[in-house]
Antibody, heavy 117, light 111 residues
C-alpha cells in the first residue's frame, strides 16, 4: 500500500525557516517524481514545487522561487521542502504527492504550516 | 502561465441526477503526442484530494464509471452521472502540460 506521511509543520514567525519532510513507502520511491501542493485555509489547491525522480530537475511556482527548495533522499525514500523567508501568505496545509506522468496519483494527509508572529 | 477557470454548479444537486463541471484553460493542453494533459480531482470534506481522471478522459484506478471526462484542447467537462452522497466535495481541474496549475475548484452539494 502506498503511503505518504508528512511531518515538520507548526507555527513559525514571519521571515523564519521551516523544513517539511515526507516519508514514502509502498512503492519504489526513486522511480517517481514528487511534488508539494498547498491549500490555504478555506482556499483551493495550489501547486508549489515538483522534483524529478532522480532529483536532477526541480520546478517551482513563481511566488516561492528563491525561498523554497524541494529535495529528496532516495536512499531514505524521503521528500523535503525547505522553506525560508516565510510569509503570512505561506500559511496552508502542505500535501506531499506523487507526481506521476498521469497526475498526482497519491497524496499524504497533509501538514499544517502557520506563519504568524 | 496557463490559467485554469472552473464553472459553478447549480447547487444543491438532487440525488440521482447528473452533474457537469466545466473547466477552461488559457492555452491548449493538447500535446504533440496526442494526449491532452488535463486532470480532475475530488477533495471530499476533511480529506486529501484524490485523482479521478487523467489525460482528460481516462479514469484513475478504482474510480467509479459514473465519472467521465471529455473536452477539446481548451474546454473540458467532468460529468457525474447519478450523483450520490459520496460525490459531495470540491472538484478541481488541473493542467499538466506546463508545470502544474489547478483551477479554483467547484463545490458539489447534494439535495
Amino acid at each position: 500500500e502506498v503511503q505518504l506521511v508528512e511531518s515538520g509543520g507548526g507555527l513559525v514567525q514571519p521571515g523564519r525557516s521551516m523544513k517539511l519532510s515526507c516519508a514514502a513507502s509502498g512503492f519504489t520511491f526513486s522511480n517517481y517524481g514528487m511534488a508539494w501542493v498547498r491549500q490555504a485555509p478555506t482556499k483551493g489547491l495550489e501547486w508549489v514545487a515538483t522534483i524529478s525522480y532522480d532529483g536532477s530537475s526541480t520546478y517551482y511556482r513563481d511566488s516561492v522561487k528563491g525561498r523554497f527548495t524541494i529535495s529528496r533522499d532516495n536512499a531514505k525514500s524521503t521528500l523535503y521542502l525547505q522553506m525560508n523567508s516565510l510569509r503570512s501568505e505561506d500559511t496552508a496545509t502542505y500535501y506531499c504527492t506523487r507526481d506521476n506522468y498521469r497526475g498526482f496519483d497519491y497524496w499524504g494527509q497533509g501538514v499544517m504550516v502557520t506563519v504568524s508572529s | 502561465d496557463i490559467v485554469m477557470t472552473q464553472g459553478a454548479l447549480p447547487n444543491p444537486v438532487p440525488s440521482g441526477e447528473s452533474a457537469s463541471i466545466t473547466c477552461q484553460s488559457s492555452k491548449s493542453l493538447l500535446h504533440s503526442n496526442g494526449k491532452t494533459y488535463l486532470n480532475w480531482y475530488l477533495q471530499r470534506p476533511g480529506q486529501s484530494p484524490q485523482l479521478l481522471i487523467y489525460w482528460m478522459s481516462t479514469r484513475a484506478s478504482g474510480v467509479s464509471d459514473r465519472f467521465s471526462g471529455s473536452g477539446s484542447g481548451t474546454d473540458f467537462t467532468l460529468k457525474i452521472s447519478s450523483v450520490e452522497a459520496e460525490d459531495v466535495g470540491v472538484y478541481y481541474c488541473q493542467q499538466f502540460l506546463e508545470y502544474r496549475t489547478f483551477g479554483g475548484g467547484t463545490k458539489l452539494e447534494l439535495k
